[in-house]
Nanobody, 120 residues
Framework: QVQLVESGGGLVQAGDSLRVSCAAS????????MGWFRQAPGKEREFVAG????????YYADSVKGRFTISRDNAKSTVYLQMNTLKPEDTAVYYC?????????????WGQGTQVTVSS
């Protein structure tokens, strides 16, 4: 099992940058695919970015491609989301996800979320 704790959210202005972090407990962080999701008020949770176990491959939602960068430090058991050129529509609670697949079984863990608010 892994526990995830997000941090780094806050209130920024449009065009600013912000980096959120997700620290994981446990000794098997490098075994997990990591991702960031977000949920705005009244909307469903949506995928933002993902990164493979080694960090070799990254994936992004079209809405953030070119502005957000996901990275991970397996030695620190931490995944990051660097957000540049923020827009008001990026306002949401950002959640960290850890995913582990074993054969036909997939297990996911979620953090508690960190609020990001972008003012216009």
């Amino acid at each position: 099992q892994v526990q995830l704790v997000e941090s780094g959210g806050g209130l920024v202005q449009a065009g600013d940058s912000l980096r959120v972090s997700c620290a994981a407990s446990g000794r098997t962080f490098s075994s997990y695919f990591m991702g960031w999701f977000r949920q705005a008020p009244g909307k469903e949770r949506e995928f933002v970015a993902g990164i493979t176990k080694s960090g070799a491959w990254t994936y992004y939602a079209d809405s953030v491609k070119g502005r957000f960068t996901i990275s991970r430090d397996n030695a620190k058991s931490t995944v990051y989301l660097q957000m540049n050129t923020l827009k008001p529509e990026d306002t949401a609670v950002y959640y960290c996800l850890a995913g582990l697949s074993s054969g036909a079984t997939a297990t996911t863990y979620w953090g508690q979320g960190t609020q990001v608010t972008v003012s216009s």
